[in-house]
């Protein structure tokens, strides 16, 4: 194996293992010793490739969002509607969230750009005003009113997997049922709230 190859896969390892480590005991919780332990590498290799901590956790939020941007592109292609894009996109991420610490960590990291929502609200953003513009929408709802709801439902669902992260192994069909009740709607009477 050449030297270039090894130097990425050593690079990998660590965002790897520090994805884990930042997912599991959050970015203060978690020391580079034990990241170094997770990932088999020395500490001289961790500072050759990270001068610091902020530079590892930068490296793991690319990751994260890289990830997540190619899932997003991926789920939005196969969907009838903008409307129907939308509720994939965020099963997508809840699934996403479930079964890669690159991008459950990256969600967590907020303290510093890059943001992990700009790998995805801008995209929900635009397939809601699609569907606004496609008439897919009831009058009284507005898509900026739908993008902040996906958004507060997406970190709810990050949250519950900080605090029960088996049980989100069906999260993203627990999800779609909260989708289903918010495109039902929720009640047969006329309210005003």
Known sequence: MVKQERALLTRERLVRAAADAFARDGYTGSSLQDICGRAGISMGALTFHFAKKNDLARAVKEAGIAVTRHEVDRTRRGAPDPLAAVVAVTCGLVDLL????????????????????????????????????????????????????????????????????????????????????????????????
């Open 98 to 193: 479930a079964r890669d610490t690159r991008v459950r960590a990256a969600q967590s990291l907020t303290h510093t750009p890059p943001v992990w929502d700009e790998a995805w609200v801008p995209q929900v953003r635009r397939l809601l005003a699609e569907a606004e513009r496609q008439d897919l929408l009831t009058p009284t709802v507005h898509a900026e009113t739908l993008v902040r709801l996906s958004t507060h439902l997406v970190h709810g669902a990050a949250a519950a997997l900080g605090t029960r992260p088996r049980a989100m192994a069906d999260g993203a069909a627990e999800f779609a049922l909260l989708w289903d009740a918010v495109l039902e709607g929720v009640t047969t009477r006329s309210h005003s709230y």
